[in-house]
């Protein structure tokens, strides 16, 4: 079971027609409530994963034991109070509930619900946004659950987002159906920090060290193979080193998968993995991205894999 996706967008589509939401900068989850489970919501990644243990706050249920099948981000703010899906990393690779509980009062998330595809046994699916979007406002979800609100004005929110330093918008024709798995030309995309995902497929140890990871090499995934994109340095330290070190040393090959030739100064050094692994990348570059500008790591996207990130 995996959500329905949207498009990239390159202007606000305007009318009456369209609805816009915020884009929020965190984990897209599906949560499942079947009556008679207690309430317990089991949460899917967009990769179909069972997320369930990570987030014990958002768990259980607020409607109870009330069967329920619903689609949202799972946000955590950074000390800016802004959503950032950098702060929930630590909490999204959790293999133990006393951990998960542990980082659940460290850092605490909230599940921004904004689709509704099942309520009480009736699939909803093919029921127009609009009218799903009435039925999910209608349940008063509140605390751990929340219904972030929808705009008429697709320009005034694409500004306000922007002053505010959110990540974007995402804007939604009312008459749209939900399809699971599928992405639509019905809901649109625009987002306005220049970050992107990238595979990594290769690695530096730090200077004097042979084995302690201090540097990714990352590609983008393309019809004509995985392009170099640069080197990532910034941002990887600490946990963030550990983390990907248990991640990539054991995908090693022995020759680049890079389709292109890697620059003779990055290449120097540098042990090779299968490509595998996305994270994503904040940099000064603009779309299209040919070689990355003050890049910084952000986190490790464990919900897609590299055949996500094909245009």
């Known amino acids: 079971m995996r959500p329905m996706l949207a498009t990239k967008g390159t202007h606000v589509p305007v009318g009456p027609e369209w609805a816009h939401e915020v884009k929020w900068d965190g984990v897209r989850i599906l949560g499942d409530v079947v009556a008679g ?15 369930s243990l ?11 034991d009330r069967d329920v099948l619903v689609d949202g981000e799972i946000i955590g703010l950074n000390d800016e109070g802004l959503p950032d899906f950098g702060v929930l990393q630590e909490r ?14 460290k850092i605490p ?14 699939d909803l699916t093919a029921l127009p946004w609009s009218d799903r979007r009435a039925r999910l406002e209608g349940l008063g979800l509140d605390g751990s659950w929340q219904v972030p609100a929808a ?7 694409f500004d306000a987002t922007l002053q505010q330093g959110l990540e974007g918008i995402v804007s939604k024709k009312r008459s749209s159906l939900y399809t699971l798995d599928a992405r639509s030309p019905h809901w649109v995309k625009m987002a306005h920090r220049h970050r ?11 200077e004097g060290t042979t084995d302690r990871l201090a540097s990714v090499l990352v590609g983008e995934p393309t019809a004509d193979g995985l392009m170099y994109r640069g080197r990532v340095g910034s941002g990887i330290g600490g946990a963030a080193t550990k ?17 292109d030739e890697v620059p003779a100064v990055d290449a120097h050094g540098t042990f090779w993995v299968e490509p ?18 003050q890049p910084s790591y952000r986190g490790v996207r464990s919900d897609i894999g590299p055949e996500d990130l094909l245009s």
Request: aromatic share 8%; net charge positive.
């Open 276 to 293: 595998r692994v996305v994270i994503d990348v904040d940099t000064l570059s603009r779309s299209p991205v040919k070689r990355l500008r």
């Open 37 to 51: 489970n207690g309430g317990r919501a089991r949460l899917f990644t967009r990769n179909g994963n069972d997320a």
């Open 196 to 206: 992107y995902s990238y595979v990594i497929a290769g690695w530096r140890p730090q």
């Open 109 to 122: 998330a909230t599940y921004m619900v904004f689709d509704l595809m099942r309520l009480d046994g009736e």
């Open 54 to 64: 990570a987030w014990p706050e958002i768990h259980p249920s607020p409607l109870s």
């Open 92 to 105: 999204m690779h959790v293999r133990s509930a006393q951990t998960a509980a542990r980082l659940a009062e």
């Open 243 to 259: 983390l990907l070190s248990g991640l990539v040393k054991p995908l090693s090959v022995p020759t680049s998968p890079f389709a």
């Open 151 to 157: 705009y008429d004005d697709g320009a005034m929110l």
